[in-house]
Protein backbone atom coordinates (compact mmCIF):
# COMPACT_ATOMS: atom_id res chain seq x y z
CA UNK A 1 0.00 0.00 0.00
CA UNK A 2 2.37 2.96 -1.27
CA UNK A 3 1.71 6.23 0.34
CA UNK A 4 3.40 9.05 -1.41
CA UNK A 5 4.07 12.27 0.37
CA UNK A 6 3.42 14.02 -3.03
CA UNK A 7 -0.14 13.31 -2.07
CA UNK A 8 -0.55 14.54 1.51
CA UNK A 9 1.57 17.22 1.28
CA UNK A 10 -0.73 18.63 -1.81
CA UNK A 11 -3.72 17.96 0.88
CA UNK A 12 -1.52 19.70 3.57
CA UNK A 13 -1.60 22.82 1.38
CA UNK A 14 -4.76 23.39 2.19
CA UNK A 15 -2.97 24.12 5.63
CA UNK A 16 -2.05 27.66 6.48
CA UNK A 17 1.41 28.62 5.50
CA UNK A 18 2.96 26.13 3.18
CA UNK A 19 3.03 27.56 0.12
CA UNK A 20 5.31 24.99 -1.67
CA UNK A 21 5.12 21.51 0.16
CA UNK A 22 7.82 19.03 -0.79
CA UNK A 23 6.99 15.59 -2.75
CA UNK A 24 8.64 12.37 -2.96
CA UNK A 25 7.23 9.06 -2.73
CA UNK A 26 7.75 7.89 0.37
CA UNK A 27 8.46 3.70 1.37
CA UNK A 28 5.55 1.76 0.87
CA UNK A 29 4.32 -0.49 3.79
CA UNK A 30 6.51 -3.25 2.34
CA UNK A 31 9.30 -2.63 4.81
CA UNK A 32 6.38 -2.72 7.73
CA UNK A 33 5.56 -5.37 9.85
CA UNK A 34 2.62 -8.28 8.85
CA UNK A 35 0.74 -6.87 11.73
CA UNK A 36 0.70 -2.99 9.98
CA UNK A 37 0.50 -4.05 6.77
CA UNK A 38 -2.92 -6.51 7.99
CA UNK A 39 -4.11 -3.02 9.77
CA UNK A 40 -3.31 -0.61 6.70
CA UNK A 41 -5.40 -3.01 4.90
CA UNK A 42 -8.42 -2.44 7.65
CA UNK A 43 -7.90 1.29 7.34
CA UNK A 44 -8.87 1.42 3.81
CA UNK A 45 -12.64 0.01 5.06
CA UNK A 46 -12.50 2.62 7.55
CA UNK A 47 -11.32 0.81 10.33
CA UNK A 48 -8.25 2.76 12.24
CA UNK A 49 -8.55 1.01 15.78
CA UNK A 50 -5.75 -2.35 14.73
CA UNK A 51 -3.20 0.91 13.13
CA UNK A 52 -4.02 3.07 16.51
CA UNK A 53 -3.65 -0.04 18.84
CA UNK A 54 -0.07 -1.14 17.40
CA UNK A 55 0.99 2.60 17.11
CA UNK A 56 -0.06 3.06 20.97
CA UNK A 57 1.78 0.07 21.69
CA UNK A 58 5.13 1.67 20.63
CA UNK A 59 5.45 0.66 16.97
CA UNK A 60 7.35 3.27 15.00
CA UNK A 61 6.01 2.26 11.66
CA UNK A 62 2.14 2.19 13.11
CA UNK A 63 3.01 5.50 14.68
CA UNK A 64 3.99 7.05 11.32
CA UNK A 65 0.98 5.29 9.31
CA UNK A 66 -1.47 6.41 11.74
CA UNK A 67 0.06 9.99 11.73
CA UNK A 68 -0.48 10.10 8.06
CA UNK A 69 -3.46 8.76 8.11
CA UNK A 70 -5.09 11.53 10.64
CA UNK A 71 -3.15 13.86 9.15
CA UNK A 72 -4.70 13.97 5.26
CA UNK A 73 -7.59 11.48 6.05
CA UNK A 74 -8.36 8.26 4.44
CA UNK A 75 -11.58 7.19 3.37
CA UNK A 76 -14.03 7.32 5.93
CA UNK A 77 -11.47 8.25 8.14
CA UNK A 78 -11.80 12.00 9.00
CA UNK A 79 -8.57 14.35 9.39
CA UNK A 80 -7.26 14.97 13.00
CA UNK A 81 -3.44 17.04 12.02
CA UNK A 82 -3.44 17.31 15.65
CA UNK A 83 -3.36 13.79 16.28
CA UNK A 84 -1.38 13.49 13.29
CA UNK A 85 1.59 15.18 14.30
CA UNK A 86 1.28 13.90 17.44
CA UNK A 87 1.90 10.51 16.70
CA UNK A 88 4.57 11.49 13.87
CA UNK A 89 6.19 13.18 16.46
CA UNK A 90 6.86 9.49 18.31
CA UNK A 91 7.46 8.26 14.76
CA UNK A 92 10.29 10.75 14.39
CA UNK A 93 13.12 9.05 16.66
CA UNK A 94 13.90 6.16 14.13
CA UNK A 95 12.18 7.59 11.04
CA UNK A 96 13.44 10.54 8.80
CA UNK A 97 10.23 10.50 6.70
CA UNK A 98 8.03 11.33 10.05
CA UNK A 99 10.71 13.81 11.25
CA UNK A 100 10.01 15.56 8.06
CA UNK A 101 6.71 15.55 8.36
CA UNK A 102 6.81 17.01 11.90
CA UNK A 103 8.59 20.28 10.17
CA UNK A 104 5.74 20.61 8.04
CA UNK A 105 3.73 20.42 10.93
CA UNK A 106 5.32 23.08 12.84
CA UNK A 107 5.67 25.10 9.48
CA UNK A 108 2.34 24.86 8.91
CA UNK A 109 0.64 25.18 12.04
CA UNK A 110 -1.19 21.71 11.71
CA UNK A 111 -1.25 20.69 15.23
CA UNK A 112 -1.69 24.82 16.71
CA UNK A 113 0.45 27.88 16.09
CA UNK A 114 3.16 27.52 13.37
CA UNK A 115 6.22 27.68 14.82
CA UNK A 116 9.56 28.38 12.60
CA UNK A 117 12.20 27.37 14.60
CA UNK A 118 10.99 23.96 15.54
CA UNK A 119 10.49 23.43 11.55
CA UNK A 120 13.85 24.43 10.89
CA UNK A 121 15.05 21.92 13.68
CA UNK A 122 12.42 19.12 12.59
CA UNK A 123 13.89 19.21 8.33
CA UNK A 124 17.61 19.71 9.87
CA UNK A 125 17.20 16.67 11.73
CA UNK A 126 15.07 14.98 9.13
CA UNK A 127 17.97 15.80 7.00
CA UNK A 128 20.72 14.86 9.14
CA UNK A 129 18.70 11.11 9.40
CA UNK A 130 19.31 10.85 5.22
CA UNK A 131 15.80 12.42 4.34
CA UNK A 132 17.41 14.17 1.40
CA UNK A 133 14.30 16.27 0.80
CA UNK A 134 14.25 17.89 4.39
CA UNK A 135 17.22 19.65 2.84
CA UNK A 136 15.99 21.55 0.12
CA UNK A 137 12.61 21.73 2.89
CA UNK A 138 14.36 23.68 5.13
CA UNK A 139 16.64 25.64 2.36
CA UNK A 140 13.26 26.81 1.26
CA UNK A 141 12.43 28.54 4.26
CA UNK A 142 16.24 29.88 4.47
CA UNK A 143 14.88 31.51 1.00
CA UNK A 144 12.55 33.65 2.53
CA UNK A 145 14.99 35.99 4.35
CA UNK A 146 17.21 37.42 1.84
CA UNK A 147 20.51 37.28 4.30
CA UNK A 148 19.94 33.34 4.68
CA UNK A 149 19.09 33.34 0.57
CA UNK A 150 22.43 32.12 -0.73
CA UNK A 151 22.61 29.52 2.14
CA UNK A 152 19.10 28.10 1.48
CA UNK A 153 19.81 27.89 -2.57
CA UNK A 154 22.78 25.40 -1.85
CA UNK A 155 20.75 23.19 0.95
CA UNK A 156 17.96 23.02 -2.01
CA UNK A 157 21.04 22.70 -4.79
CA UNK A 158 22.41 19.75 -2.49
CA UNK A 159 19.31 17.76 -2.44
CA UNK A 160 18.85 18.70 -6.67
CA UNK A 161 21.98 17.20 -7.17
CA UNK A 162 21.11 14.34 -5.28
CA UNK A 163 18.12 14.15 -7.61
CA UNK A 164 15.44 15.31 -5.80
CA UNK A 165 12.39 16.70 -7.99
CA UNK A 166 10.99 19.30 -6.07
CA UNK A 167 14.02 20.69 -4.96
CA UNK A 168 15.33 20.55 -8.58
CA UNK A 169 11.96 22.47 -9.10
CA UNK A 170 12.85 24.86 -5.98
CA UNK A 171 16.46 25.80 -7.70
CA UNK A 172 14.55 26.47 -10.48
CA UNK A 173 12.04 29.14 -9.13
CA UNK A 174 14.95 30.94 -7.22
CA UNK A 175 16.59 31.22 -10.52
CA UNK A 176 13.51 32.67 -12.27
CA UNK A 177 12.52 34.56 -9.72
CA UNK A 178 16.15 35.82 -8.69
CA UNK A 179 15.64 34.79 -4.63
CA UNK A 180 19.40 34.59 -4.08
CA UNK A 181 20.67 36.47 -6.53
CA UNK A 182 19.75 37.98 -10.41
CA UNK A 183 17.34 35.89 -12.17
CA UNK A 184 19.10 33.28 -14.48
CA UNK A 185 16.41 32.10 -17.41
CA UNK A 186 18.85 29.55 -18.57
CA UNK A 187 19.36 27.94 -15.64
CA UNK A 188 15.95 28.13 -14.51
CA UNK A 189 14.71 26.65 -17.73
CA UNK A 190 17.71 23.84 -16.92
CA UNK A 191 16.59 23.08 -13.40
CA UNK A 192 12.66 22.49 -14.65
CA UNK A 193 13.72 20.25 -17.31
CA UNK A 194 15.47 18.29 -14.78
CA UNK A 195 12.48 17.90 -12.28
CA UNK A 196 9.83 17.77 -14.99
CA UNK A 197 12.28 14.51 -16.79
CA UNK A 198 10.81 12.94 -13.73
CA UNK A 199 7.51 14.04 -13.79
CA UNK A 200 7.16 17.09 -11.10
CA UNK A 201 4.12 18.45 -12.63
CA UNK A 202 5.22 21.94 -11.20
CA UNK A 203 8.39 21.99 -12.97
CA UNK A 204 6.08 20.85 -16.80
CA UNK A 205 3.90 23.51 -15.66
CA UNK A 206 6.70 25.91 -15.57
CA UNK A 207 8.32 25.24 -18.17
CA UNK A 208 5.73 24.85 -20.58
CA UNK A 209 5.38 29.01 -20.01
CA UNK A 210 8.97 29.31 -20.50
CA UNK A 211 8.62 27.36 -23.57
CA UNK A 212 5.59 29.58 -24.46
CA UNK A 213 7.39 33.24 -24.01
CA UNK A 214 10.95 31.75 -24.93
CA UNK A 215 12.47 32.34 -21.87
CA UNK A 216 15.66 30.80 -21.10
CA UNK A 217 16.42 29.53 -24.55
CA UNK A 218 14.23 28.99 -28.08
CA UNK A 219 10.79 29.53 -27.99
CA UNK A 220 8.08 26.63 -28.95
CA UNK A 221 4.44 26.81 -28.21
CA UNK A 222 4.11 22.98 -29.49
CA UNK A 223 6.43 22.21 -27.17
CA UNK A 224 4.28 24.06 -23.96
CA UNK A 225 1.05 22.55 -25.29
CA UNK A 226 2.57 19.19 -24.69
CA UNK A 227 3.61 19.75 -21.35
CA UNK A 228 0.43 21.60 -19.92
CA UNK A 229 -1.68 18.59 -21.66
CA UNK A 230 0.31 15.83 -19.76
CA UNK A 231 -0.18 17.81 -17.28
CA UNK A 232 -3.53 18.22 -17.24
CA UNK A 233 -3.82 14.31 -17.87
CA UNK A 234 -1.93 13.91 -15.07
CA UNK A 235 -3.82 15.87 -12.18
CA UNK A 236 -2.52 19.63 -12.81
CA UNK A 237 -5.23 22.00 -11.74
CA UNK A 238 -3.40 25.01 -12.81
CA UNK A 239 -2.69 23.90 -16.48
CA UNK A 240 -6.44 24.39 -18.20
CA UNK A 241 -6.05 27.85 -17.92
CA UNK A 242 -3.37 27.70 -20.36
CA UNK A 243 -3.76 25.49 -22.50
CA UNK A 244 -6.63 27.54 -23.51
CA UNK A 245 -4.92 31.08 -23.52
CA UNK A 246 -2.84 29.18 -25.75
CA UNK A 247 -5.68 28.09 -28.49
CA UNK A 248 -7.28 31.51 -27.81
CA UNK A 249 -4.54 33.41 -28.87
CA UNK A 250 -4.08 31.37 -31.85
CA UNK A 251 -7.26 32.20 -33.11
CA UNK A 252 -7.08 36.10 -31.63
CA UNK A 253 -3.87 37.16 -33.39
CA UNK A 254 -1.92 36.44 -30.49
CA UNK A 255 -4.57 37.76 -27.87
CA UNK A 256 -5.40 36.52 -24.63
CA UNK A 257 -8.84 37.34 -23.11
CA UNK A 258 -9.10 41.06 -21.79
CA UNK A 259 -10.38 44.08 -22.54
CA UNK A 260 -9.81 45.71 -26.26
CA UNK A 261 -10.13 44.74 -29.36
CA UNK A 262 -9.27 41.22 -31.57
CA UNK A 263 -8.28 40.26 -35.05
CA UNK A 264 -10.30 36.86 -34.85
CA UNK A 265 -9.27 35.10 -38.22
CA UNK A 266 -11.55 33.86 -40.78
CA UNK A 267 -13.47 31.14 -41.19
CA UNK A 268 -12.77 29.32 -37.66
CA UNK A 269 -14.60 26.45 -37.17
CA UNK A 270 -17.13 26.21 -34.56
CA UNK A 271 -15.95 22.86 -33.59
CA UNK A 272 -12.84 25.08 -33.05
CA UNK A 273 -14.40 27.07 -30.84
CA UNK A 274 -15.72 24.48 -28.93
CA UNK A 275 -12.82 22.84 -27.59
CA UNK A 276 -11.29 26.32 -26.36
CA UNK A 277 -14.60 26.27 -24.39
CA UNK A 278 -14.00 23.34 -22.89
CA UNK A 279 -10.75 24.26 -21.92
CA UNK A 280 -12.15 27.21 -20.58
CA UNK A 281 -14.55 25.43 -18.53
CA UNK A 282 -12.19 22.97 -17.10
CA UNK A 283 -10.12 25.60 -15.73
CA UNK A 284 -13.27 27.22 -13.91
CA UNK A 285 -13.95 23.65 -12.41
CA UNK A 286 -10.17 22.53 -11.83
CA UNK A 287 -8.43 25.85 -11.13
CA UNK A 288 -9.89 28.01 -7.84
CA UNK A 289 -7.82 31.28 -8.55
CA UNK A 290 -9.99 33.57 -8.58
CA UNK A 291 -7.76 35.60 -12.15
CA UNK A 292 -8.58 32.33 -13.80
CA UNK A 293 -12.26 32.35 -13.06
CA UNK A 294 -12.27 36.03 -14.10
CA UNK A 295 -10.53 35.28 -17.13
CA UNK A 296 -12.61 32.07 -18.16
CA UNK A 297 -15.72 34.15 -17.64
CA UNK A 298 -14.55 36.56 -19.86
CA UNK A 299 -13.44 34.27 -22.93
CA UNK A 300 -16.36 32.01 -22.67
CA UNK A 301 -18.35 35.36 -23.49
CA UNK A 302 -16.25 36.39 -26.21
CA UNK A 303 -16.23 32.72 -27.75
CA UNK A 304 -20.33 32.70 -27.37
CA UNK A 305 -20.33 36.03 -28.92
CA UNK A 306 -17.68 34.34 -31.51
CA UNK A 307 -19.20 31.01 -32.84
CA UNK A 308 -22.62 32.69 -33.70
CA UNK A 309 -21.20 35.55 -35.74
CA UNK A 310 -21.16 35.45 -39.88
CA UNK A 311 -17.90 34.59 -40.61
CA UNK A 312 -17.64 31.45 -38.61
CA UNK A 313 -17.42 28.52 -40.63
CA UNK A 314 -20.09 25.89 -39.45
CA UNK A 315 -19.25 22.49 -39.26
Not at 113 to 130: L, N, S, V
Request: one cysteine or more.
Amino acid sequence: MPWPLSQFAAMLLALPVLAQAPAQPLPDSASASPAVQEALKKVDDGDVAPLVKLADGGDADAQYYAGLVYLFGRGAIAKDPARGCAYEEKASARRGDAMHLVGMCHQSGAAGTPDKAKAEAAYTRAAAMGFTKSKCALGQMLMADPQSAARGLQLCKEAADAGDADAQAAVGNAYFNGTAGERDLKAARSWYEKAAKQNNLDASRRLGEMYAKGDGGPKDEKKAMELWTAGEKAGDPLVSILVADQLFSEISGGRKPGPGTYAFRGGVPTKDIEVIEEWYRQAKTKDPRPDVQARADYALSILAGLKSASNVKKR
